[in-house]
């Protein structure tokens, strides 16, 4: 499984963006999908997951009511709707894949199986 990630960019505080990562080869349909990001000097933090059939979405309390995540399954990519963003948003954000864990989108970045490899957010204030 081969995981492309796209759409990061400068933004101004207040602004938003889209992120998408796109799956290649595979099922994709049947993969539990989440996105984590990794700000300098931090550690990898979870961001959002979505089941593998888009009825199930978490997200981490900070971002709660400013970040959802959603999946098209018909064209194999699953995306991160950032509004609101807040300079503490700046990272490199990564999808993954969780591929043999039944389709579920586990807050832990051990249990996913394929990454990535990152798009950078970048907001100004």
């Known amino acids: 499984v081969q995981l492309q990630a796209s759409g990061g960019g400068l933004v101004q505080a207040g602004g938003s963006l889209r992120l998408s990562c796109a799956a290649s080869?595979?099922?994709?349909?049947?993969?539990?999908m989440g996105w984590f990001r990794q700000a300098p000097g931090k550690d990898r933090e979870f961001v959002a997951g979505?089941?593998?059939?888009?009825?199930?979405?978490y997200s981490a309390d900070s971002v709660k009511g400013r970040f959802t995540i959603s999946r098209d399954n018909a064209k194999n990519t699953v995306y991160l709707h950032m509004n609101s963003l807040k300079p503490e948003d700046t990272a490199l954000y990564y999808c993954?894949?969780?591929?043999?864990?039944?389709?579920?989108?586990?807050?832990?970045?051990?249990?996913?199986?394929?990454w990535g490899q990152g798009t950078l957010v970048t907001v100004s204030s």
């Open positions: 993954a894949a969780n591929v043999y864990g039944l389709g579920s989108a586990p807050t832990g970045g051990s249990r996913y199986d394929y």
């Open positions: 080869e595979g099922t994709f349909s049947t993969y539990g």
């Open positions: 979505i089941s593998w059939s888009g009825r199930t979405t």
